[in-house]
T-cell receptor, first 115, second 117 residues
């Protein structure tokens, strides 16, 4: 079946450090891929997305590239800030159902950025 | 505030009782979703509506769970005869779907946390 696997957290970094959160997926066909972020006390928000192989999604300094050959969608940011502290979720929308909004999420990775 | 709102934010109940959660989506959104999230896990899809029609239900949604969206606006999720395993955060999301069936961006509410004692 379709699934998403993320690296275990928490990830603790100092401000201005480089961030990578690994995400790999299993899916038939060509899913759409997403990163959602949940800041403390808030609902999930879409951070970025990519809908086909080799697409790069980007937003707020974060980037992720859809790699079909490695079935990965790793999240990166060159210089993190304290305000980036949050829980990050990788997700996919399986192509067999189109983008119905039925998302399959990874377990989430907590990022803590220290000043 | 024009985001997705959920009520109540936290519900504590005893095993065997019924509970109901309400979700008010963003007003122009025609799709509404329910997800469930347990501690340390990502959200799991439960069901979704296009306007008032319930188009898909997950196998996770046992017979004790029922969701409605009368008139295609707000939605309710009812859990009958609650069990301790039902303790979780119940998330609602809404989106605007194009004519081709694309979901568009999902906007999530802050969730309703259920604790079953």
């Amino acid at each position: 079946g379709n699934s998403v696997t993320q690296m275990e957290g928490p990830v603790t970094l100092s401000e201005e450090a480089f961030l990578t959160i690994n995400c790999t997926y299993t899916a038939t066909g060509y899913p759409s891929l997403f990163w959602y972020v949940q800041y403390p006390g808030e609902g999930l928000q879409l951070l970025l997305k990519a809908t086909k192989a080799d697409d790069k999604g980007s937003n707020k300094g974060f980037e992720a590239t859809y790699r079909k050959e490695t079935t990965s969608f790793h999240l990166e940011k060159g210089s993190v800030q304290v305000s980036d502290s949050a829980v990050y979720f990788c997700a996919l929308s399986a192509s067999s159902s189109g983008n119905t909004g039925k998302l399959i999420f990874g377990q989430g990775t907590t990022l803590q950025v220290k000043p | 505030d024009t985001g997705v709102s959920q009520d109540p934010r936290h519900k504590i109940t005893k095993r065997g009782q019924n509970v109901t959660f309400r979700c008010d989506p963003i007003s122009e959104h025609n799709r509404l979703y329910w997800y469930r999230q347990t501690l340390g896990q990502g959200p799991e899809f439960l069901t979704y509506f296009q306007n008032e029609a319930q188009l898909e239900k997950s196998r996770l949604l046992s017979d004790r769970f029922s969701a409605e969206r009368p008139k295609g606006s707000f939605s309710t999720l009812e859990i009958q005869r609650t069990e301790q395993g039902d303790s979780a955060m119940y998330l609602c999301a809404s989106s605007f779907s194009t004519g081709q069936g694309m979901a568009g961006e999902l906007f999530f509410g802050e969730g309703s946390r259920l604790t079953v004692l």
